[in-house]
């Protein structure tokens, strides 16, 4: 996990998020098409959050809670 995976997660938790759950897929799973998730896009790779989201319904799916 990176450092920026940690503090996504951090974050997401803190606003009252799922604990583990990336605040990129918070946010994709709510409107995955705004202009945090394009900027994502753009920084980080294309479709992240989408990506992190896929990520995270394989993870409950495997684990659930």
Request: one cysteine or more.
């Given at each position: ?28 799973a709510?409107?995955p ?26 993870r ?6």
């Open positions: 996990m990176t450092i920026f995976g940690t503090l996504s997660r951090a974050l997401n938790y803190a606003l009252g998020g799922l604990r583990g759950q990336t605040l990129c897929a918070r946010i994709a709510w409107r098409n705004c202009w945090f998730c394009r900027l994502m896009s753009l920084l980080v790779e294309p479709n992240h959050c989408l990506v992190e989201l896929a990520l995270w319904e394989q409950t799916i495997k684990d659930p809670l």
